[in-house]
């Protein structure tokens, strides 16, 4: 994941979030447990009602294997 993640991405995702704010309340939404990957959702509430789900693939070390946003994101 860390090799995708390049400082032109980072800074591009970095930008999209800054307009959400600080999140309120995060609260995982769905999980689905495989033999080779776990899949998390994760809802964030941010000020005004805004919310934003955005799943998240964990390896079996529990390191980030990939982050989905949704398609109206950027």
Sequence with gaps: MNELLDPASLASIKAS???YGTPSVITSAFE????TYKLVDYRFEFAGA?????????DPDGKIGGLFFPKNFH
């Design 50 to 58: 805004r919310t934003l789900k955005i799943r998240f693939s964990f």
């Design 17 to 19: 979030l800054a307009s």
């Design 32 to 35: 689905q447990i495989t033999p």
